[in-house]
């Protein structure tokens, strides 16, 4: 049986969709002709699509994908000269790509972004900020910053707080060469890499299986994540004891128990849902 998404918007450079039958929305960059780089009205029908998003708890788990044959190029050359040659932000005001990237981090619905072809500059960077991430194995990942004279905004600093060693950041960077899908799941760069063939089929999947969950527990795993990956040790763990009684107003995490150990004899068995779904 065909999946059937239902278009919730359309804007001229991005549509958004949901699936009928399960809690996943799909944000679809529509530039294929521009290699789906981001220029100002992506980047607001992109801010606006997620307000959309966030005003429906049906909606559990956000999949971004590019239109055509590749994610995104990176920025638009001739957005990012206006953005660079206009009057200098006040520094709580970041431009576009940066407020983006922040709203990814702290969005509260897992977000999934499915790569295929390029993925270069600053929409690498917007990729990092993503919750997961799953790439063809012949996807093009890379910073093309330095060989036109910048240093790789964004995306250098979302790389290095992704673990990445900083001498691999600085091969990628300074040598200005591409890496695969296959070699940036080695490095991990993404979550996954899998034949381009089997890309959508298995994103699908991935995001059908986590909206079936309880959307508390999916909210408050992505507040532990985001917040602690930025604290120490010590503080990483007070951080979670404050999420763990915050989840527990919301639900409780052993209203089902019996039932739990019940579907779990004989092994594992991601097939559980929990009653409360």
């Keep these: 049986?065909?999946?059937?998404?239902?278009?919730?918007?359309?804007?001229?450079?991005?549509?958004?969709?949901?699936?009928?039958?399960a809690g996943v929305a799909r944000i679809t960059l529509n530039r294929p002709d521009k290699r789906n780089c981001w220029?100002?009205?992506?980047?607001?029908?992109f801010l606006e699509s997620l307000?959309?998003?966030?005003?429906?708890?049906?909606?559990?788990?956000?999949?971004?994908?590019?239109?055509?044959?590749?994610y995104s190029s990176g920025l638009d050359l001739t957005f990012l000269r206006e953005?660079?040659?206009?009057?200098?932000?006040?520094?709580?005001?970041?431009n576009l790509t940066i407020q983006i990237a922040e709203d990814l981090r702290a969005f509260p619905r897992i977000?999934?972004?499915?790569?295929?072809?390029?993925?270069?500059?600053?929409?690498?960077?917007?990729?990092?900020c993503h919750d997961i991430v799953f790439a063809a194995e012949d996807a093009q990942l890379g910073m093309p910053e330095v060989l036109r004279g910048s240093f790789g905004q964004l995306v250098t600093a979302t790389l290095m707080h992704s673990g990445l060693p900083v001498?691999?950041?600085s091969l990628i960077a300074l040598g200005g060469k591409n890496i695969t899908g296959k070699e940036a799941d080695a490095l991990g760069i993404v979550s996954?890499?899998?034949?381009?063939?089997?890309?959508?089929?298995?994103?699908?999947?991935?995001?059908?299986?986590?909206?079936?969950?309880?959307?508390a527990p999916l909210e408050h795993h992505k507040i532990t994540v985001q917040m602690g990956r930025?604290?120490?040790?010590?503080?990483?763990?007070?951080?979670?004891?404050?999420?763990?009684?915050?989840?527990?107003?919301?639900?409780?995490?052993?209203?089902?128990?019996?039932?739990?150990?019940?579907?779990?004899?004989?092994?594992?068995?991601?097939?559980?849902?929990?009653?409360?779904?």
């Design 167 to 169: 001498k691999k950041l």
């Design 83 to 94: 953005v660079s040659n206009g009057p200098m932000l006040d520094w709580d005001r970041p």
């Design 1 to 21: 049986m065909a999946d059937t998404w239902i278009k919730l918007k359309e804007w001229p450079e991005l549509y958004l969709e949901r699936l009928a039958d």
């Design 39 to 45: 220029n100002r009205p992506l980047c607001l029908a």
């Design 111 to 128: 977000v999934i972004a499915q790569v295929h072809g390029y993925c270069l500059g600053g929409a690498l960077g917007i990729m990092n």
């Design 192 to 215: 996954q890499a899998v034949p381009a063939s089997e890309l959508e089929a298995h994103t699908l999947a991935f995001a059908r299986d986590l909206a079936s969950r309880h959307l």
């Design 230 to 277: 930025d604290l120490s040790l010590s503080q990483a763990i007070k951080l979670d004891g404050l999420v763990g009684q915050r989840l527990r107003r919301v639900m409780d995490p052993l209203s089902d128990v019996e039932g739990y150990l019940k579907s779990q004899k004989g092994g594992a068995n991601l097939n559980y849902k929990r009653p409360d779904v």
């Design 51 to 70: 307000d959309i998003i966030r005003a429906d708890k049906e909606l559990k788990v956000v999949i971004t994908r590019g239109a055509g044959k590749v």
